[in-house]
C-alpha cells in the first residue's frame, strides 16, 4: 500500500521569507495530492491540491509542485505571514483501497 | 453557517467505559468520516460511510464502533475495548466518495478524549 513521508516535522522561518515542505510517497499509480492546514484547536482545512497530470499549481502564495518520476510533492509558501504558522499535512490518494495516505504534519513556525 | 459539529469537544472517560463522539453536518454531504490523531503521526481513518445504513471499516477500526441511520449523523463510540483511546479524533465530509479522492475533506473541530 502507499506510504507517505513528510519532513521537516518542523519549519522555523523569518516573517517574509519562503518555506518549502516536502513529501514522498511511495505507490507510482497515487494520482491526487492534497495540502491540508491545521490550526491550534482546529480540524484541517484544504488549502490547494494537485493532480498527477499537472506538474505545479499556484495560489496566490502558495504553490504546489509535483515530480512523478522521483515521487515526490512540495509545498511552497512566499512572504510568509504570522497567520501562516499552523501545522501542514500533505496527503496522497491510494486508489486501490480508495484511501488518502496521510504524511505525519510539519508544524510551522513563523519568527516576527 | 453550513459545516461539520462535532461534541464534546472535550471528554473524560473512566477505563473500562464507553463513549460516543457526535458528529453532525449539514453540507448535505453522502460520504463521512473518523480519523484518529496522535502527537507526531498523520491522520488515521478509523470507519467511513459512504451512504446512509453502510459504513467500512478503515485501517485501525478495532475497539471503535459507528451507525449511520440519518445522512447528517455519523456518531463515533469508543468502547472498552480499544486499548489506547486517548486522542483527538476528527470527523470529516465529502460530497464525493473514495475519501475525498477527488475531492475536498471537510472536518470538524475535532474531540479530545482523555481517559484517566
Known amino acids: 500500500g502507499e506510504n507517505v513521508e513528510q519532513h521537516p516535522s518542523t519549519l522555523s522561518v523569518q516573517e517574509g521569507d519562503s518555506a518549502v515542505i516536502k513529501c514522498t510517497y511511495s505507490?507510482?499509480?497515487?494520482?491526487?495530492f492534497p495540502w491540508y492546514k491545521q490550526e491550534l484547536g482546529k480540524g484541517p482545512q484544504l488549502i490547494i491540491d494537485?493532480?498527477?497530470n499537472v506538474g505545479e499549481k499556484k495560489d496566490q502564495r502558495i504553490a504546489v509542485t509535483l515530480n512523478k518520476t522521483a515521487k515526490h510533492f512540495s509545498l511552497h509558501i512566499t512572504e510568509t505571514q504570522p497567520e501562516d504558522s499552523a501545522v501542514y499535512f500533505c496527503?496522497?490518494?491510494?486508489?486501490?483501497?480508495?484511501?488518502?495516505?496521510w504524511g505525519a504534519g510539519t508544524k510551522l513556525i513563523i519568527k516576527p | 453557517d453550513g459545516g461539520i459539529t462535532q461534541s464534546p469537544k472535550y471528554l473524560f472517560r473512566k477505563e473500562g467505559q464507553n463513549v460516543t463522539l457526535s458528529c453532525e453536518q449539514n453540507?448535505?454531504?453522502?460520504?463521512m468520516y473518523w480519523y484518529r490523531q496522535d502527537p507526531g503521526q498523520g491522520l488515521r481513518l478509523i470507519y467511513y460511510?459512504?451512504?446512509?445504513?453502510?459504513?467500512q471499516k478503515g485501517d485501525i477500526a478495532e475497539g471503535y464502533s459507528v451507525s449511520r441511520e440519518k445522512k447528517e449523523s455519523f456518531p463515533l463510540t469508543v468502547t472498552s475495548a480499544q486499548k489506547n483511546p486517548t486522542a483527538f479524533y476528527l470527523c470529516?465530509?465529502?460530497?464525493?466518495?473514495?475519501?475525498?479522492?477527488?475531492?475536498?475533506?471537510?472536518f470538524g473541530e475535532g474531540s479530545r478524549l482523555t481517559v484517566l
Open positions: 470529516a465530509s465529502s460530497s464525493t466518495p473514495g475519501q475525498g479522492g477527488t475531492g475536498e475533506l471537510f
Open positions: 453540507l448535505n454531504h453522502d460520504a
Open positions: 460511510s459512504q451512504i446512509v445504513n453502510d459504513f
Open positions: 505507490d507510482s499509480a497515487s494520482n491526487y
Open positions: 494537485i493532480r498527477s
Open positions: 496527503a496522497a490518494y491510494d486508489g486501490s483501497n480508495y484511501q488518502l495516505i
